[in-house]
Each structure stands twice: as structure tokens, then as C-alpha cells.
């Protein structure tokens, strides 16, 4: 009953529930499946596929793992002799060339998890919650030279949660995508698929991030941005600070009513508050370099069991 020659180009765990529905999609076959090469992991750097490739491999799907795509001729010249209708791309981290943008009679399709043209880029997910943002989705869009630019075919809004974490928006987006490919391939098989072109005026970015990116500077930042901070890089590349000139990863905070100046700790209910730009914040569970992660009471009352005077401080830099 296939209709439709389909190659899919994608590489983590995320891209891999919307291959599953491509698989079992009655109008999809799917010509080729690419993906990264295989790459060391673990304490014993033993060679580990992609989540795409291990899927790949399992279902029997024809699988070309490359560094570089568009130097891969001899695929090329296959997938030509195929004649592919339309490549699928979700979160792939390589460029395509003019050849393979060409390749599919019906275009390439991108799977980007924002409401385009709204953080283009490989954090959009994390920059959402950065932002402050009521409300994300996922992009499909025609594939074009430049990084996320093509028209739109498929805009699936999403609210976002106040208490959503980059973890959990991550995981509800990752399903949502599949969401929109079954609207892609419907569309296309009704000669329904319309194109939105994107507001130039709209357009913000997401770069990628650092570990470094995740220092939270209590003198310079107000709580809110601290909470949303806190939230957005969870589980990573997570939030940290020096304290007492020690490294300390911030697992999970809170806004606090409780009142400090900027980089100062308060002690006075038991609990970890540290002075912002504008406000508190609690640091609820943390991790001391070299030590194990605990909740700030915890770590309070071990300070207390020492029998000696309390003394923490945040450095402005």
C-alpha cells in the first residue's frame, strides 16, 4: 500500500519515535535511514550506535551512518534511481547540500521543535523556557540553504507549563513531532500542504549551549530569571555558582519571599536563600564539588553539626 519513497535523516533518542511512525505509516517506506557514526561511550569507550541507527538496525531498514552526507555520491546516485519523494529531517546536525535538498520530488521537510520563526537554532526547546514563553510547538518546515528559513507546513502549537523543565518539554515535544508528521503526511497525501512564509520580524535565535552557559550570576540576574534559568537547562547542561569558592550545582530552587542583598545568604528559616538582583531565591537541592547531592536542609544542618560558625558567601564577578 506504500505510496511514498521517504528517507529520514536523524540522529538521538529524540528523533526516534517519529522514525517508529514512519515504519508503521501504510503510505511511508522508508528508502534509507541516515544517521551519525557510531562513537565511544561509557567509562570503557566502546563504539555505541545512535538511538536512530540502533532502531535502524533492529527493524532492518536500509542505514547509511556518515560524518557528511553530501559527500556520499554513491548513496546520492541510489536514492536517485529510487525516486524519493521527501526527506525527513529531526534533529540531524548536519547542512545539506543543493543535491540533496534537490533529491525529493516533494521537498525536504524539517522537524523543529518552536513555533518558527522563533529560536532558530539547536537549543530551541531551552531558549523557550529562557524566554519566559507561554507557549512553544513544533515547526515543520520545506527545507531551504539557510538554518531553519523554509516556509512552513505544519505549525502544532504547545502551552508551556510553569513548572515545565527543559527535561519535561524535551519528552513532551519529542511525541508532539510525531503529532505533526502524521499531519505532514496526511496533508501531502490529501494535496492539501499549504506554505506560511516567516515574519522576518519575528525571527530570534538558539544557539547552542554550554556547560558554561549554565552560571547563575545572583548579582546581575533577577529571580525570575534565575527560576527560569534553573528550569530551562535541566537536566542540562544544568545551573551553577561558587560558593565559598567551591563549585555548586543548583538542582532544583524556588522563589522565596524571604529578603537579601545580591550574592548574600540568608539562614535565618533553616533553608538555603540567596539574595538576587531584585528578590530570593531557595536553592531546594544542591551539589558541593566532591560531594554528594542533598537537599538544602541537610546540607544546613550538617554545617551545624560541625559546631562551628556558619560563614557562605557568594563572590561578584
Not at 528523533?15 to 561509557?42: C, F, Q, W, Y
Not at 541507527?53 to 560524518?67: D, M, R, V
Not at 560531594?291 to 546540607?299: A, E, L, R
Request: overall charge neutral.
Amino acid at each position: 500500500m506504500s505510496k511514498y519513497n521517504v528517507v529520514f535523516c536523524g540522529t538521538p533518542d529524540f528523533s526516534v519515535p517519529s522514525l517508529e511512525l514512519l515504519k508503521n505509516h501504510p503510505l511511508i517506506n522508508i528508502a534509507s535511514v541516515v544517521t551519525m557514526p557510531d562513537r565511544p561511550a561509557g567509562r570503557g569507550k566502546q563504539l555505541q550506535s545512535p538511538p536512530v541507527a540502533e532502531f535502524a538496525k533492529e527493524n532492518s531498514i536500509p542505514l547509511l551512518q556518515t560524518t557528511n552526507l553530501n559527500k556520499e555520491t554513491k548513496w546520492l546516485e541510489e536514492m536517485k534511481s529510487n525516486k524519493i519523494d521527501f526527506i525527513v529531517v529531526l534533529a540531524f546536525a548536519q547542512f545539506l547540500s543543493n543535491d540533496v535538498l534537490s533529491l525529493p520530488s516533494l521537498g525536504c521537510f524539517n522537524i523543529h521543535t518552536s513555533q518558527l520563526p522563533r529560536h532558530r537554532g539547536a537549543a530551541p526547546i531551552q531558549y523557550s523556557l529562557l524566554a519566559g514563553d507561554s507557549q512553544t510547538g513544533v515547526s515543520i518546515q520545506r527545507m531551504v540553504k539557510e538554518m531553519d528559513a523554509g516556509d512552513i507546513a505544519i505549525n502544532h502549537p504547545k502551552n508551556i507549563h510553569p513548572y515545565e523543565t527543559g527535561g519535561l518539554l524535551y519528552t513532551r515535544l519529542k511525541f508532539a513531532s510525531v503529532e505533526a508528521l502524521v499531519e505532514l503526511i496526511q496533508n501531502i497525501d490529501s494535496d492539501s500542504l499549504e506554505f506560511k512564509k516567516q515574519d522576518q520580524n519575528d525571527i530570534t535565535f538558539a544557539p547552542t549551549l554550554k556547560r558554561e552557559d549554565g552560571k547563575v550570576n545572583f548579582f546581575e540576574m533577577t529571580s525570575e530569571e534565575i527560576e527560569r534559568k534553573s528550569r530551562a537547562l535541566y537536566p542540562w547542561p544544568g545551573t551553577w555558582s561558587v560558593l565559598n569558592n567551591k563549585r555548586l550545582k543548583i538542582l532544583r530552587l524556588s522563589l522565596s519571599s524571604l529578603k537579601a542583598d545580591p550574592g548574600v545568604v540568608n539562614l535565618d528559616q533553616g533553608t538555603l536563600t540567596v539574595g538576587c538582583k531584585d528578590g530570593c531565591v531557595r536553592l531546594e537541592e544542591i551539589q558541593l564539588e566532591g560531594k554528594k547531592s542533598c537537599s538544602d536542609i541537610d546540607y544546613i544542618n550538617g554545617l551545624k553539626s560541625k559546631g562551628e560558625p556558619i560563614s557562605l558567601s557568594f563572590k561578584k564577578e
